[in-house]
């Protein structure tokens, strides 16, 4: 039995699915429901913000405590979790791209570039 929306042929358990898991709901929900159907899979998290000063914020994307509550998600689903350092990527793509926008009186969307450049380099 497959899920909806997945058109992968044969047996789910032949198919290895990368979730990228950022220590919330919708991403762990995911991950569970395709543990739950048979797929093989991995999880990674994004570390985007220096890991020392940002390991008790919480809400910040692929910072602090989100690291840490997506790999316990991992591990209670039993699937392997990695944490990739996209911080520096993350910097260049990002932020600094959002504080010279800012200057020239543009409005950015952090969230946007990150998917655009940061996020889509993993596929």
Known sequence: MSLPGFDLPGDPASHRVVVAMSGGVDS????????EHGFEVVGVTLQLY???????????????SDIYD??????RLG??????DYE????VAVIDDFVDS??????????????????????
């Open 50 to 64: 220096d890991h020392g000063a940002a390991a008790g914020r919480k809400g910040a994307c692929c910072a602090g």
């Open 79 to 84: 699937i392997p979790h990695y944490v990739l």
């Open 28 to 35: 762990s929900v995911t991950a569970a429901l395709l543990v």
């Open 102 to 123: 800012y200057a020239r009186g543009e409005t950015p969307v952090p969230c946007i570039r990150c998917n655009q450049r940061v996020s889509s380099a993993i596929c």
């Open 70 to 75: 997506a790999s316990r998600v991992a591990e």
């Open 88 to 91: 520096s990527r993350f910097r």
